[in-house]
C-alpha cells in the first residue's frame, strides 16, 4: 500500500501493516470460527479471517483505534479482499459485536478483601468476584493493553 492510496487519518494502519503488525489471535481458531459464525459472508473468508488471527477481539481494537478506515485497509490490502461489499459486512459485524475487552486484562484495586483479588472482575467467571475492603474510597482498574472504543460497560453487582 502506498501512501497516495491511504486516508490521512490511517497512520494506525501504517503501524500495522508497514511496521509488521501480525495480528496476534486471543482465541482459538476454532473459537473464532463459531464467533464469526453469524457473519454474512463465505465460510473461507471466515476461515481466511481465523488464520490470518483476525478473530473478534482483534478486528475490534483495530477498529477502535482509528476509524473503520484501519480494519478497512487491512482487509482490502494484506488479505486481498477487492470485494467492497464483503469488507463492509465484516466492518458492521465487528462495529455490532459486543466484545470482552477487559477479559482476562491485568487488574489492580486499592484493597480487596481476603482471596477477593481484582483478577477476579474480569475473569468471565460469575462464581468469583473482586471484594474490596469495607471502607470508602474504594477502586478497581484494569489495563486494556490499547486503545478501545468503550460502547458498554455491564457490572454485575454482587448482593
Not at 23 to 29: A, E, R, S
Not at 71 to 79: C, T
Not at 110 to 120: G, Q
Amino acid at each position: 500500500a502506498d501512501d497516495d492510496d491511504m486516508p490521512p487519518e490511517c497512520e494506525c494502519y501504517k503501524r500495522f501493516v508497514l511496521c509488521g503488525y501480525t495480528p496476534q489471535m486471543t482465541q482459538p481458531n476454532e473459537k473464532c470460527q463459531s464467533e464469526l459464525e453469524d457473519l454474512d459472508v463465505d465460510d473461507d473468508i471466515i476461515q481466511t479471517l481465523c488464520n490470518a488471527g483476525l478473530d473478534l477481539p482483534t478486528m475490534n481494537r483495530m477498529n477502535a483505534i482509528n476509524s473503520t478506515r484501519t480494519l478497512d485497509h487491512y482487509l482490502q490490502h494484506q488479505l486481498k479482499m477487492q470485494i467492497k461489499s464483503q469488507r463492509t459486512e465484516i466492518i458492521q459485524f465487528v462495529k455490532d459485536s459486543s466484545v470482552n475487552v477487559a477479559y482476562h486484562q491485568p487488574a489492580s484495586s486499592s484493597t480487596n478483601y481476603l482471596s477477593h483479588h481484582p483478577k477476579y472482575a474480569f475473569d468471565g467467571n460469575m462464581k468469583t468476584r473482586w471484594e474490596s475492603m469495607h471502607s470508602d474510597n474504594q477502586y478497581l482498574q484494569v489495563d486494556l493493553g490499547v486503545m478501545h472504543l468503550i460502547t458498554r460497560v455491564l457490572i454485575a453487582w454482587n448482593e
